[in-house]
């Protein structure tokens, strides 16, 4: 079926430093999105990617659509507490009907 | 922006009575609504989607007599959890997308619901 594999799992790291994340799939996506979860609360979206290749910046927060359409990673510079959170890629589900499709997510968690 | 407002934050209820969970578009006009279920730790998991004004889908293995899903206007969907078990105890999150911003849904801020 179609998945999307996160990783790391968790991520535990100083505060300022750089934060590098993947997601992975068997199957093509042609929309790679990225969103931010804080505890008790539904996802926000950071970006969001529609073409292979593409390299898309919202502040400190980098991602881009692989070449492949099978992979994509998200970037964080200069870690700061409020970055805290889970964090997941999502992509359209392949029964279309505007539905998406989460990776696991990836628990950041950040020592001050 | 899209807001998409989701009551109750928090429920705790006995178990075998309902509980109705609300999300309105505020400004604008969601004729789809997506809702999820996220147990602690995991992702989300979608449960079904509901269309203004028709019956709503549900995913494979998602009770529709248990999980009531209304969509009676452009800017309210309810999701009833019906003779709630302990089991249904979790995080329930809408989400609607808006005309014109692809894939940028805007989800609710969330449900958590406790069965005791």
């Known amino acids: 079926g179609q998945q999307l594999n996160q990783s790391p799992q968790s991520m535990f790291i100083q505060e300022g430093e750089d934060v590098s994340m993947n997601c992975t799939s068997s199957s093509i996506f042609n929309t790679w999105l990225w969103y931010k979860q804080d505890p008790g609360e539904g996802p926000v979206l950071l970006i969001a990617?529609?073409?292979?290749?593409e390299l898309t910046s919202n502040g400190r927060l980098t991602a881009q659509f692989g070449i492949t359409r099978k992979d994509s990673f998200l970037n964080i510079s200069a870690s700061i507490p409020s970055d805290v959170g889970i964090y997941f890629c999502?992509?359209?589900?392949?029964?279309?009907?505007?539905?998406?499709?989460f990776g696991q997510g990836t628990r950041l968690t950040i020592n001050p | 922006g899209a807001v998409v407002s989701q009551h109750p934050s928090r429920v705790i209820c006995k178990s075998g009575t309902s509980v109705k969970i609300e999300c309105r578009s505020l400004d604008f006009q969601a004729t789809t609504m997506f809702w999820y279920r996220q147990f602690p730790k995991q992702s989300l998991m979608l449960m079904a989607t509901s269309n203004e004004g028709s019956k709503a889908t549900y995913e494979q293995g998602v009770e529709k007599d248990k999980f009531l899903i209304n969509h009676a206007s452009l800017t309210l969907s309810t999701l009833t959890v019906t003779s709630a078990h302990p089991e249904d105890s979790s995080f329930y999150i809408c989400?609607?997308?808006?005309?014109?911003?692809?894939?940028?849904?805007?989800f609710g801020s969330g449900t958590r619901l406790t069965v005791v």
């Open positions: 990617l529609y073409k292979a290749g």
């Open positions: 999502a992509g359209p589900h392949f029964q279309g009907a505007q539905k998406l499709v």
């Open positions: 989400s609607a997308p808006r005309a014109g911003s692809g894939y940028g849904y805007t």
